[in-house]
């Protein structure tokens, strides 16, 4: 697991401006990604997720959020904070390309599949268009579409979502990108559809040389394709790790009741543990661990003080990092399960 | 569990005091709505206070420049052109509010009512409303107003019946949409009764639409107004409107030499118009349920 | 007439609902039609929780509010309490409505915005003119502690709550006029995990306090196993295994469920289970496959599959599949 790091996010931090003052969505977040792995960032709607997605690909819209001073996210070391707008634009799709949620709003309905995957690939590759076609026929066949020489005359519309999906996913490889970020790639979709993608991406993974950063709220899809996961919750890291330490030893407050709350196939309980109450407002005033509020364990001090990042190793390896101050007397020993 | 003393004692915001503040931050509306507002003022009080007369008819002083007695001239007949300005103004903002409320009266319901229902009353509402659309209003309104004969009351029943298919369009535009929420569908559950569910659910959720087009509909009926005036159908002397003071300026020699005779009247069309124009853009944003800030946090995903 | 299957007599509770051969039929254009539910038996029993669930598509929505005549079913027969919903004319049904509510998926969609919670929780009882102006206030007041929201909120607007708080108000309006019968349309699948529990715990609470019926419709069978006592299983119309909740999931039958219980993606790592992978996707349902539904995704499909579609048959008490296997 000790692969060279692709991407490398130190410190982003992206505010945005409303009515009702600056509001953190992102706040100092630093996290690794690592050749050929797949990389889970976890959490609730309003967490900071997919703003943390659209920061690395550049793409806050200027006049409502803005990456804030200091950010940093390195590409095989190169920075692309403060990259010109026509460089950032050929390393989206040639080195970082994206799958959205709703794969119908991210094809375009009036053009046919051919045409849209073609373009895409004559653009970032510069092949073509003969070429750029017999690519398109050997992508969709690697995404598991059938008779792909048929689909390729097709609109968006005649597709099922499984299938756009499937299509988004090949454009997203067209171009044999370093990384690819996928925005809770399963969400629309049905559970025995979601499962076929969930296992084409699994068997992806084996194939292609990208890095994958997978967005998404169901823990229970992150246990099937992470190798390394991050848990968010508004704007801040609560943990960090392998899957094995995350769901073997979750450590943080959060995360255990998260585990916990939700429904399981494999065990009935009367009850359901609950976290009480609501996802705070985010302000630049808040102080303090931003779950304190929520947090069964809370003291005067994770009101006031933001925990850091304690880095611990237990019984699943090192590199188990937890944002709460009950870690603080084990920092830096064993903790076992 | 939600229970946050701080928190209940926020005072409530309504949505309408949302769209106050919203309005208020429009500064262009802001501007329009005060325009506006001094201008009714105006149109109110000074022939009252002023000893204004539009009518009566100043012997051997036709064409007379502006001077102290007359502060914008005298017209062709001999009128004073700043009483008529005055008087005009209230006829064409009485013709604008009154046509726009009319066709709203007619379209609004009708609309609703196209929306709601899914059967034959449907169909029947909208092709009338078609077929209203296609009549060409311009001509419509000089052929029946030729027909019927003018006065105020043909001009403004004219504006507005002509006026009310896009009212009903938009209002059965909207009720499409709002229909689809499960608010509706809750309110059907409770066993609501229809028109209940038409006036309560359904017309509230639809009002800012058709606030804005309300408010677009009086600026175009005061042109409207003109447009007859000015063609000599509309309101006619020696009653005065902006628009057939402005019908003086077809004579080329007032045109080029004698611009007091049309200019005051074209000024304050052109700038009422506008400021009503601005007013709608103002609300339109105001009420944009997307300028709220909870709308925005959740997008953030 | 009734149960032709699974007729429980282990348990005596009285059957509440009853659906008989019900059917809804859409006409999409000219010609073409969408049987979104076709032929669908069931029934609920006074204080329990049938889950229905399916995928997109299904008909479990549809069906729904077909037993509600939110939509008017093409055929087929709805008893509640022994009265027949179906036959009922306009005003009678409006009497009905007060024993049968709904609550939505979705909390954003399903609250009037211009009105304040306080009206919209009292909407039901304003409607029926249930007692004076002032009991009803004081009715909302003590629901609005039941769902366990605070009564200061009672005069603000709903788009000042978020997605869980909403949903107990929407819990709170369907429960004013004390019903026996909740049709529950997806009402968690819109919300976070840490407040989807909090809101099934409540509705678990609310049932034990109330006795009211749920009709728990999800397409999440961890949900669905989480509060029901007995779930259905929907595919493009019909309802292809029937069941009490553990013996569905210790041992389904239906191919179908099979597959969308192996599709879950459990919460945990080193789960070893052999997952089944469907093939295909879900047909659509105006131009259904002939025959058994499920057989072009079906790996036992057999030449009698293809043709014939199996009915509803009990194979043990309360366990019924519609599977030419069985």
């Known amino acids: 697991m000790d692969n060279k790091v692709i991407l490398e996010v130190n410190h982003l931090r992206t505010y945005f401006e409303t009515k009702s003052g600056v509001v953190p969505a992102v706040d100092d977040i630093s996290f690794q990604v690592r050749e050929k792995e797949v990389f889970c960032i976890v959490g609730e709607s309003g967490c900071g997720k997919t703003v943390t997605s659209l920061s690395i690909l550049n793409l806050i819209p200027p006049n409502a959020g803005k990456i804030m001073e200091g950010s940093s996210v390195k590409l095989e070391g190169k920075e692309l904070t403060n990259l010109p707008a026509k460089e950032m634009y050929d390393i989206r799709g040639n080195d970082i390309s994206m799958i959205f949620q709703d794969p119908m709003t991210s094809l375009n309905p009036v053009l046919t599949i051919e045409k849209q995957l073609t373009e895409t690939i004559m653009r970032h590759m510069r092949i073509k268009k003969n070429a750029a076609r017999a690519r398109a026929v050997e992508l969709l066949n690697k995404v598991g579409i059938p008779s792909p020489e048929m689909r390729l005359k097709e609109y968006p519309h005649e597709l099922s979502g499984g299938m756009r999906q499937r299509v988004m996913i090949a454009m997203a490889l067209s171009c044999d990108p370093r990384i690819l970020i996928a925005d809770e790639p399963t969400t629309a979709l049905d559970v025995t559809i979601q499962a076929q993608i969930l296992q084409l991406m699994l068997e992806l993974k084996d194939n292609i040389s990208a890095s994958v950063i997978m967005i998404t ?8 394709i992470a190798d390394r996961i991050m848990v968010m919750y508004a704007g801040n890291t609560m943990e960090y790790g392998t899957s094995w330490q995350l769901f073997k030893n979750p450590l943080h407050p959060y995360t255990q009741g998260l585990l916990a709350s939700i429904p399981r196939l494999d065990k009935r309980v009367e ?14 005033e808040m102080k303090g661990c931003k779950f304190a509020s929520r947090c069964p364990y809370a003291d005067d001090r994770c009101r006031k003080e933001i925990p850091p990042l304690f880095d611990l190793r237990d019984a699943y390896g090192d590199g188990h990092k937890v944002s709460c101050w009950r870690m603080e007397r084990k920092y830096g020993n064993d903790v076992g399960e | 569990m939600f229970a946050d003393k701080k928190k209940t004692q926020i005072p409530k915001a309504s949505h309408w005091k949302d769209v106050v503040n919203n309005f208020r931050k429009h500064k262009l509306a802001m501007i329009s709505l005060t325009i506006l507002l001094v201008e009714i003022v105006l149109l109110v009080i000074l022939p009252i206070v002023m000893d204004l007369d539009p009518y009566s008819i100043q012997a051997g002083e036709f064409y007379a420049a502006p001077s102290a007695q007359h502060i914008l001239g005298v017209d062709d007949v001999g009128r004073d052109v700043f009483s008529r300005l005055i ?17 709203a009266l007619i379209g609004i319901p009708l609309g609703l009512i196209a929306g709601y229902y899914e059967n034959g009353l449907r169909v029947v509402i909208l092709r009338v409303t078609d077929m209203f659309m296609s009549i060409p209003m311009m001509i419509a309104a000089m052929f029946i107003v030729s027909v019927v004969g003018t006065s105020m009351w043909t001009v403004m029943v004219v504006i507005g019946f002509l006026g009310w298919p896009g009212f009903c369009r938009l209002a059965y535009g909207r009720v499409l949409s709002v229909k689809e929420n499960e608010y509706v569908e809750a309110a059907r559950a409770i066993g609501t009764p229809t028109l209940q569910i038409i006036v309560k659910y359904i017309f509230p959720n639809s009002v800012a639409p058709l ?13 409207t107004e003109s447009s007859l005036s000015f063609l000599g159908i509309g309101i006619q002397p020696p009653q005065a409107s902006w628009g057939n003071m402005i019908y003086l300026a077809q004579s080329l020699s007032t045109l080029s030499y004698r611009p007091w005779l049309w200019l005051p009247a074209s000024i304050c069309l052109v700038g009422t118009v506008l400021s009503i124009n601005f007013i709608g853009d103002g609300l339109r944003d105001a009420l944009d349920p997307k300028m709220k800030i909870w709308r925005k946090e959740e997008a953030y995903g | 007439m009734g149960m032709m299957w699974g007729n429980d007599t282990m348990t005596k509770e009285k059957v509440l609902l009853n659906v008989e051969k019900l059917t809804k039929v859409f006409r999409i254009s000219r010609g073409v039609h969408l049987k979104a539910v076709d032929g669908v038996n069931l029934y609920v029993k006074e204080g329990e929780t049938l889950g229905l669930v399916g995928e997109s598509g299904c008909g479990k929505s549809t069906l729904g509010r077909c037993i509600l005549r939110l939509i008017e079913p093409t055929e087929g027969i709805v008893e509640y309490d022994g009265q027949a919903i179906t036959s009922m004319r306009h005003k009678q049904l409006r009497q009905m409505r007060r024993e049968m509510q709904m609550v939505f998926q979705n909390p954003y969609s399903s609250l009037n915005p211009r009105m304040t919670i306080m009206d919209s929780v009292k909407a039901p009882l304003d409607v029926f003119q249930v007692g004076t102006p002032k009991e009803r206030i004081e009715q909302v007041v003590e629901m609005m502690k039941i769902v366990g929201l605070d009564e200061s909120y009672l005069y603000r607007y709903p788009h000042e709550f978020s997605g869980g708080q909403r949903q107990r108000i929407v819990i709170a309006r369907a429960l004013m006029p004390r019903p026996k019968f909740l049709v529950c349309d997806e009402p968690v699948s819109a919300l976070d995990v840490s407040v989807r529990s909090q809101v099934l715990n409540l509705m678990n609470e609310i049932q034990k306090e109330m006795g009211v019926a749920y009709l728990f419709i999800s397409h999440d069978l961890s949900v669905v196993k989480h509060v029901s006592d007995r779930i259905a299983v929907m595919y493009l119309g019909q309802i292809v295994e029937i069941s009490d909740v553990d013996e569905l999931y210790d041992n389904p039958l239906h191919p179908y469920t099979q597959a969308l219980i192996s599709a879950i993606p459990i919460p945990d790592v080193g789960d070893k289970r052999e997952r089944i992978i469907l093939t295909g996707d879900i047909p659509s349902p105006i131009s259904p496959p002939a025959g058994c539904r499920f057989h072009p995704r079906c790996k036992f499909a057999t030449q009698r599959c ?18 030419h296997l069985y």
């Open chain 3, 306 to 323: 293809k043709t014939e579609c199996p009915s509803l048959k009990a194979l043990a008490a309360g366990h019924a599949v519609a599977c």
């Open chain 1, 271 to 284: 009850s359901l543990y609950s976290i009480k109450g609501t996802v705070p407002k985010l302000s630049l």
């Open chain 2, 87 to 103: 008087y005009g103004g209230r006829m064409s903002l009485l013709i604008g509010i009154a046509s726009a409320t009319l066709a």
């Open chain 1, 217 to 224: 709220h169901d823990l229970g899809v992150v246990a099937d």
């Open chain 2, 211 to 223: 606030l804005v087009a309300y408010s677009m509909s009086v600026a175009s009926s005061i042109v």
